[in-house]
């Protein structure tokens, strides 16, 4: 006989959800991400925003991960900004330090893309500070859905926010913890 466990909603390992995809192409940076939060099998939002502008709107960003914890992350990069205008990968680089490095910070689940109109970067936990090679990242539940989308797509078409979209449908189709709510932010030439 098997029993259905009630989720823990303090386990932050329970909290599921989200893809992020950031697709550059053409001049222009395209950041999407799904709006659906989940504990366990339980939806208990559809339409958060994980993606976000900084530092007066040049930089934008997405999270996945606890929310707490990414919202702990994106101030400590808007000053990271604040501290090193228009040097995004050495803000990034001195974030990504600080989060191996210090005590609380090492306890931070989460995971971001950050970009401005010239540089995307995926920051973690573990000291990475990775520029894609491609023009497309990925992170969260659904990211390697979206990226796989985004890249089988990026040879075929122009507009990134056409593939950001497409390869976020693509992953919500997949993933059950990702959602068709979007955010999208776009940095660059229109």
């Given at each position: 006989m098997t029993h259905a466990t009630t989720p823990d909603y303090a386990d932050a390992t329970q909290?599921?959800?989200?893809?992020?995809?950031?697709?550059?192409?053409?001049?222009?940076?395209?950041l999407a991400g799904d709006g659906q939060v989940s504990i366990g099998p339980t939806v208990m939002k559809g339409n958060a925003r994980k993606v976000r502008r900084l530092s007066g709107g040049q930089v934008v960003a997405g999270f996945a991960g606890a929310t707490a914890d990414a919202f702990a992350l994106f101030e400590r990069l808007e000053a990271k900004l604040e501290?090193?205008?228009?040097?995004?990968?050495?803000?990034?680089?001195e974030l990504a330090k600080d989060w191996r490095t210090d005590r609380y910070l090492r306890r931070l689940e989460a995971m971001l893309v950050v970009g401005d109109k010239e540089e995307t970067y995926l920051l973690t936990g573990a000291g990475d500070v990775l520029e894609p090679e491609d023009g497309v990242v990925a992170v969260g539940s659904g990211g390697n859905f979206a990226l796989s989308a985004a890249r089988a797509l990026y040879d075929y078409e122009e507009d990134p926010e056409i593939i950001a979209r497409k390869a976020m449908a693509i992953a919500a189709r997949i993933c059950v913890y990702t959602n068709e709510n979007l955010t999208v932010e776009i940095l660059g030439e229109e």
């Open positions: 909290w599921r959800g989200t893809t992020i995809v950031a697709v550059r192409k053409g001049g222009r940076l395209v501290q090193y205008p228009a040097q995004l990968a050495r803000a990034c680089v």
